[in-house]
C-alpha cells in the first residue's frame, strides 16, 4: 500500500509498528534517530507518512520536524511518545497528530489510514 517511515531510537517499539503495518501491506523503512531519518525521507521521495518518536539521540523528534520545515519537505508526521506533554506540543511543531506509547494496533492503524 503505502510506503511509511518509522523514527524511533527503541528497537522494540520500531519492530512493533513494523509488524503491525507490514501486516497490513505497508511497506517500512526504519529509523533510530532524527539524521538517519532525515537521509531516509530526502532518498525516498515515495513515503507518504513519517512516525516519528520524540526523544532520541543525535537528532531529537522536535529537531526532525523543523529540519523537514527547513527543507520544505511535505510529509505528514504523527509523533509517537511516551511524554503525553511533549507529544501535545509537536503539534504546534509542525506534526500533524500524536499518539502516546504504547500504541494500540487498531488506533495505529486508524491514523496511518487517514494520511496514506
Do not use: W
Not at 503539534?91 to 494496533?105: C, I, S, W
Request: charge should be negative.
Amino acid at each position: 500500500m503505502a510506503k511509511i517511515l518509522v523514527i524511533d531510537d527503541d528497537i522494540s517499539s520500531r519492530f512493533l509498528v513494523k509488524k503491525v503495518l507490514e501486516k497490513n501491506s505497508h511497506e517500512v523503512l526504519e529509523a533510530e534517530n532524527g539524521v538517519d531519518g532525515l537521509r531516509l525521507l530526502k532518498g525516498n521521495p515515495d513515503i507518504k507518512l513519517v512516525l516519528l518518536d520524540l526523544i532520541m539521540p543525535v537528532m531529537n523528534g522536535q529537531d526532525f520536524l523543523k529540519a523537514i520545515m527547513q527543507e520544505g519537505i511535505n510529509v505528514p508526521v504523527v509523533v509517537l511518545s511516551t511524554d503525553d506533554e511533549k507529544a501535545k506540543e509537536s503539534k504546534f511543531q509542525g506534526a500533524k497528530e500524536y499518539m502516546v506509547k504504547p500504541v494500540k494496533p487498531i488506533e495505529l492503524l486508524d491514523i496511518v489510514a487517514k494520511y496514506v
